[in-house]
């Protein structure tokens, strides 16, 4: 994470500040606690110094760092609490510097001077794949391999082992290098220290089962994204959804009109179709993610911890229409978090438990209901968002199922061209599983561009309705889906999409003429 940069007119109450923020988080564990030992490592560059190696400064500068342990007794590692860099200093000005950290009332223990400069470690490239959330997320996160591993090991089908064996991935302070990054920032981190965590963990399991399944990404073009969003999912049931794999991954591009939170824009969604024995017990499952506004902030993946929503579709709402099993479980997400917000507070705590409390003056505050009442906050406000985002999701799933024909695969140039071979000799479900895999394990990640086809009939369109007298569009009627009858005796049941329709205001109901069908 980018060092903190501090002015040497505030390097003292940047001292201050940091320190006490030290000993309260030390001294705040439970049960007995002994006083912290805390050593500052300190670090100075001249400007000729720093010329040398070709960064021009107005001066010298000056790196500190807050090393502790806690409980010193019983061996606990030594931890980073916090970094900072002071410019601008003479040698002189960086010398009273180490005189104030030697006299602080903070007790360090020790003040190494000349300790090793440890800069920032340069940000990766960005590649152009980046702009898919599964990508971004394989280049830039340290964790995102053995995530992988997991979701290959338990053959994209997660269990409660699993899910604890990817939160275990994830707080991996070694592989990591937690050692190095300051504590700080993770300990003061709002993000950290709300029900956002455990909706991370949520992602983890989505992406897990997306590798697992060769990493499928299904891409789905600006102009196809805005007829999604002007059609309506109310005519079709959720169980008439087939999702090309178990793990899939929906890329639209950023929607910023429906961002709801600064420096995040929702750009897409995994998508995993959990199978039971029996219909009965299907569960579409659907995780919204978002792009970040700075890649730097996106990397400090335990301080800025990405804003994600999942929900779940089951084998109770299979029946329904998509656009009321959307609202319906929307709905009742949020009526359990009011629930939980008016809860009698610690209702399950056994009566001695608040007996003591009540003894010795105690006031027990419920950790869930303030956690319920931060996401209910965030949620209601967002609730327009997520119905949008969610609509968007279940088009572009019901396209895949009516158009599978309109679907263009393309792999990286490089990809080995046997197993390319192999894969488009085999229509078997597991095979074509294990070649992608294979793929995905070398690095290969394959691309479904969606609605070339269309893009096409749309742009005959434009042009056949391009000639003649113009008028200002005046608004879209919208689109939506019909079940339609084929088959022996009109006895089976395919979904066809009527697209939204432009209206013009120059004639009386005057419309680019008829609905645009593509044959399934």
């Not at 040497?8 to 006083?35: I, R, Y």
């Not at 329904?320 to 009011?338: D, F, H, P, Q, S």
Request: negative net charge; hydrophobic residues 35%; aromatic residues 8%.
């Amino acid at each position: 994470m980018a060092t903190k940069i501090v002015t040497k007119q505030s390097f003292s109450e940047s001292l201050q500040s940091s320190g006490k923020d030290l000993w309260q988080h030390a001294l705040s564990g439970p049960g007995e606690n002994e006083d912290p030992l805390v050593t500052a490592r300190c670090c100075f560059r001249s400007a000729a110094d720093l010329a040398g190696v070709g960064d021009v400064a107005d001066g010298g500068k000056a790196q500190f760092e807050l090393w502790w342990t806690n409980c010193p007794s019983q061996g606990l590692p030594v931890l980073l609490w916090d970094r900072w860099e002071c410019r601008g200093l003479t040698r002189a000005e960086y010398g009273a510097c180490l005189q104030e950290l030697t006299d602080s009332p903070l007790s360090f223990d020790r003040v190494l001077d000349d300790a090793e400069w440890l800069g920032d470690v340069p940000p990766p490239r960005p590649l152009p794949t980046w702009k898919y959330h599964p990508e971004r997320f394989k280049g830039t996160m340290p964790f995102a391999e053995p995530i992988t591993l997991i979701g290959r090991q338990c053959k994209g089908n997660p269990t409660v082992d699993t899910l604890n064996q990817l939160v275990e991935a994830w707080q991996d302070a070694d592989s990591h290098g937690f050692a190095a990054r300051p504590l700080r920032a993770r300990v003061h981190s709002p993000t950290r220290n709300s029900r956002r965590l455990f909706r991370i963990h949520d992602m983890l399991m989505f992406y897990a089962v997306f590798s697992a399944n060769g990493r499928q990404i299904f891409d789905i073009p600006t102009k196809l994204g805005e007829m999604f969003r002007r059609t309506d999912v109310d005519d079709i049931t959720a169980e008439s959804i087939k999702v090309p794999y178990p793990g899939i991954y929906l890329h639209f591009g950023p929607q910023p009109d429906l961002a709801f939170e600064p420096g995040w824009t929702p750009e897409g969604a995994y998508v995993y179709d959990m199978q039971g024995s029996w219909d009965s017990e299907r569960v579409l499952q659907f995780c919204v993610v978002s792009a970040p506004s700075s890649l730097e902030d996106y990397r400090e993946f335990d301080i800025n911890i990405e804003p994600v929503y999942t929900q779940s579709i089951g084998p109770k709402e299979m029946k329904m229409t998509l656009g009321e099993a959307v609202e319906i479980v929307l709905a009742e997400k949020l009526n359990e978090l009011r629930k939980q917000v008016t809860e009698e507070p610690m209702a399950k705590l056994d009566d001695e438990t608040k007996q003591l409390a009540a003894e010795h003056g105690v006031q027990l505050v419920s950790g869930q209901a303030r956690l319920a009442a931060q996401e209910l906050d965030a949620m209601a406000p967002q609730h327009k968002s997520y119905l949008e985002m969610l609509k968007l999701i279940v088009n572009s799933l019901a396209y895949l199922t009516a158009y599978p024909k309109d679907i263009e695969t393309q792999w990286p140039a490089n990809t080995p061209a046997h197993l390319l071979k192999d894969l488009s000799k085999t229509d078997n479900r597991n095979e074509r599983q294990r070649i992608q895999s294979k793929l995905a394990s070398q690095g290969f990640t394959p691309v479904h561009i969606c609605g070339r086809r269309l893009a096409g009939e749309l742009e005959l369109q434009a042009a056949a309705n391009s000639s003649g007298e113009r008028h200002s569009a005046a608004h879209w009627r919208r689109g939506h889906w019909r079940r339609q009858p084929h088959g022996p005796q009109n006895a089976l049941r395919k979904l066809v999409w009527l697209l939204p329709t432009l209206v013009n205001p120059g004639k009386a109901a005057d419309e680019v003429p008829g609905h645009l069908y593509l044959v399934g």
